[in-house]
């Protein structure tokens, strides 16, 4: 039990909340792989664990593709690897509490195959207290590294190896660009691409800024050569990745903005494109001329609501009022009358009043949403929303949030009832979870399908009519051309 922890790097919020106007940095890395290493992982097996949102799926398929470079072989059993990595996600303390449960379960690994390594990065890593408990209390994690140094992994790996060391290794910075690192995805039909990395909207809820540093968009060619090559190799559908999207290039001052990237990749011709996700705040004329003139820009759009209540949204720091937000959907509706719009909702941010949560259910009513994610908040360490004295008691933060969902499950339903008898478009993504015999994909509106037809179509854009609905899925069954 006695490996010694040596801290190569430690975060430090407030270090991550800087915003300088300094330029940022491209690097195109070249990764560097000990020999040494290679030869250890000969034969050996990495698991790997992604919770939270879609910057750590694609942080995850970067990590996934340096450890197939090394010569890792992946494995669905986490008990089975010889490295497990766990990509940990900090937006609320559920989030936080899940990679706990799994960090104390892989005890059992260490007992297993002692020279195994385990390795814990993403969002939380980036949180000065959440290191302190890891370091501390979880002696069975071998390496901590953090959202800015994914390409550090196998010199980590190796050096932990070696000198048979637990290494802590987290920047809190606002980061760069960092180019040319593998990619590995799973999935031979669907890609997600980021535009952008980290955030600078600072909702005074939200830890992402600080865990992902500041803004900093890719350049125009790189997104669009990578575009290029996944219309190539036949991928149907690609979804545009920020968490900010609509806010792309505003960092890079080469005259390059959302509408035309948007624009520029519908016109390579990919079947189907998405991009998430868009504040609000942020849309713009040209967005709404890009989507209307391009018929690949799916009929989708995820538009955060997080609160009906103007006053709300102010002591959130979100820019916007909710008879603006209402403006921009009816604005939506008027480009692209079938869009299916979904959101998210926080409920009970400190002090929220019974009058602020009824402007939620308002907004909740006017809008119809087809889909909502619904969160009761959270305190994060180190944002300002933390340090507001909240007098709300969680009992009535519940019961609101129960109010909340009824309502929202009452249009999710009238939603999927619409569908029944029509015939949809579906991009067919392999067979149903639950049954065997059924295959289930996703509608151009980002609904769910579970239909009866042939397995052969599997990757490919099909017709299905439905013939009946639940509230979060449709069914239905195949039907020709
Ligand atoms: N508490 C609850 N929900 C949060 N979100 C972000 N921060 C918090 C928090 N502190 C929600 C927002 C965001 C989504 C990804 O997570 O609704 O849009
Ligand atoms: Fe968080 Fe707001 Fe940035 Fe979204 S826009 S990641 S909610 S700070």
Same mark, same amino acid.
């Given at each position: ?6 801290? %190569?790097?430690?975060?430090?919020? $407030? ?14 890395? /070249? &990764? ?26 694609? #942080? ?38 899940? +990679? ?8 059992? &690994?260490?007992? %297993? ?26 002696? =069975? +994690? ?6 800015? /140094? ?7 790996? *190796?050096?932990?190896?070696?000198? *048979? =060391? ?22 031979? !039909? ?69 509408? #035309? &990237? ?31 003139? *391009? ?7 995820? @538009? ?14 979100? $820019? ?10 009816? $604005?939506? $509706? ?16 400190? *002090? ?51 109010? @909340? ?13 619409? !569908? ?27 609904? &769910? ?23 979060? !899925? ?8």
């Amino acid at each position: 039990m006695g490996k010694k922890t040596v801290i %190569k790097a430690s975060p430090d919020l $407030r270090q991550a909340a800087q915003r300088k106007r300094e330029k940022i940095e491209f690097v195109r890395e /070249n &990764l560097i792989i000990p020999s040494s290493l290679r030869e250890h992982a000969k034969g050996r097996k990495y698991f790997i664990r992604t919770y939270g949102c879609q910057a750590n799926v694609l #942080d995850s398929q970067t990590i996934e593709g340096i450890l197939i470079e090394i010569g890792f072989a992946p494995v669905d059993d986490p008990f089975d690897a010889d490295v497990v990595i766990l990509n940990t996600c900090a937006i609320r303390e559920n989030a936080e509490d899940k +990679v706990f449960g799994e960090i104390g379960s892989l005890k059992a &690994l260490k007992n %297993k195959n002692p020279n195994s390594i385990i390795a814990v990065c993403g969002c939380m890593t980036q949180e000065p207290h959440i290191v302190k408990i890891l370091k501390e209390t979880y002696r =069975q +994690v071998d390496i901590i590294f953090g959202t800015h /140094n994914i390409n550090r992994l196998p010199t980590l790996i *190796n050096e932990s190896l070696e000198k *048979n =060391q637990r290494l802590i290794e987290v920047y809190s910075k606002e980061g760069e660009v960092i180019e040319n690192l593998p990619c590995h995805r799973e999935d031979k !039909y669907k890609a997600f691409v980021n535009i952008m990395y980290g955030c600078d909207k600072f909702c005074t809820y939200c830890i992402v800024p600080y865990t992902r540093g500041k803004q900093r968009s890719r350049k125009k060619e790189d997104i669009m050569k990578e575009c290029e090559e996944l219309v190539k190799q036949g991928y149907q559908e690609i979804t545009l990745v920020g968490q900010n999207v609509n806010a792309y290039a505003k960092d890079l001052d080469d005259g390059s903005t959302f509408a #035309d &990237l948007l624009d520029s990749v519908a016109k390579l011709g990919v079947p189907r494109l998405r991009f998430t996700t868009s504040h609000p705040w942020d849309f713009t004329e040209e967005m709404f001329k890009a989507i209307a003139n *391009n018929k690949n820009i799916m009929p989708a759009i995820h @538009l955060p609501l997080q609160s009906g209540s103007s006053d709300i949204l102010k002591k959130m720091g979100r $820019r916007y009022s909710s008879e603006e937000y209402c403006a921009l959907v009816d $604005r939506l $509706r008027e480009i692209v009358p079938n869009v299916a719009i979904t959101t998210d909702i926080i409920v009970g941010f400190p *002090n929220e009043s019974d009058e602020d949560f009824e402007k939620t259910l308002d907004v909740v009513k006017y809008v119809h949403y087809d889909f909502a994610f619904t969160f009761i908040y959270s305190p994060r360490i180190g944002t300002p929303a933390s340090r507001i004295e909240d007098l709300t008691p969680m009992s009535v933060k519940k019961e609101r949030f129960k109010r @909340l969902v009824d309502t929202l499950a009452i249009d999710f339903k009238a939603k999927s009832d619409a !569908y029944i008898g029509k015939t949809v478009s579906v991009l067919v993504d392999g067979l149903s979870k639950k049954d065997s015999n059924i295959l289930s994909g996703y509608t151009d509106t980002n609904k &769910l399908v579970n239909f009866t037809g042939n397995p052969d179509h599997i990757g490919k854009i099909v017709n299905v009519k439905i013939i009946d609905a639940t509230t979060y !899925y449709l069914k239905g069954e195949e039907v020709d051309g």
